[in-house]
């Protein structure tokens, strides 16, 4: 876990849509974290990691990185005390490289005041155009300050665009929300603040069965504060070899 108050990202200074990411011998550290960070649960084969356990590294910044704020230019992706934040500047993706197939995601997140954000699964590298957006080459699971409204194609933790919620389970702004997405071969499941939300079969749909099953977790700029903490990844797959 991260120690006390400090600050770190993995941006450098730079506009517009573009991908940032460490330097060749901090990549190769990242990346050896991350396989460092999986550890066996349960004697039964599943490897899980706390994403956010050594800061930023393994995260890649897709689209906005910094912004201007204050007279001077503010990245747009911060962690502290074992919180991300985005400020909402601009538009983007904090993206973590290490691609998986079958798994458990599992995080919180706030909006401190009305936004918009989104979890991308199983999706590739945003590179500008609309078809490297999760919700068109993967999945988004949209994200809203909307407690209280409708379940619906584009509400909270909805399948953006293909499959609506049972329910609407968001809670008020700037209280934390629980999320829980279990993706096994073609089934997506998704629990909400500890109600099962989602139970998804991409395969019935002539609309989704083409999607891929495997690929990386991200998380959305939208234009709004938001904010992340306890993600959480487990590898389902090796539990099934």
């Not at 001077?72 to 197939?101: K, M, P």
């Not at 997140?109 to 699964?121: L, M, Q, V």
Request: a neutral charge; one cysteine or more; glycine letters at 12%.
């Amino acid at each position: 876990m991260l120690g006390p108050a400090v600050e770190k990202t993995c941006n450098r200074p730079g506009a517009g849509v573009v991908r940032d990411r460490v330097s060749d011998a901090g990549l190769m550290n990242a990346r050896i974290a991350t396989v460092a960070a999986w550890v066996v649960c349960l004697g039964a084969g599943v490897r899980s990691a706390d994403l956010l356990e050594h800061g930023l590294d393994g995260w890649v910044v897709e689209g906005t990185q910094d912004a201007e704020e204050r007279g001077g230019r503010v990245r747009v992706w911060t962690i502290a005390d074992g919180v991300v934040r985005c400020s909402g500047r601009g538009f983007g993706y904090l993206r973590h490289e290490q691609a998986v197939s079958d798994f458990r995601l599992e995080l919180e997140y706030r909006f401190p005041k009305h936004g918009n954000s989104g979890i991308g699964i199983r999706t590739v590298p945003f590179t500008g155009p609309l078809e490297t957006r999760p919700s068109q080459a993967a999945y988004e699971i949209q994200l809203l300050s909307d407690a209280g409204g409708k379940a619906d194609r584009g509400s909270s933790c909805s399948l953006y665009g293909h499959e609506a919620p049972t329910r609407n389970t968001s809670r008020p702004v700037g209280e934390w929300n629980t999320v829980v997405v279990e993706c096994r071969g073609p089934r997506i499941t998704i629990e909400h603040n500890g109600t099962d939300v989602i139970d998804f079969d991409q395969s019935t749909r002539r609309d989704t069965a083409a999607k891929p099953l495997s690929g990386s977790v991200c998380l959305q700029n939208h234009g709004s504060v938001v904010e992340f903490r306890g993600i959480r990844l487990t590898d389902l797959s090796a539990s099934e070899k």
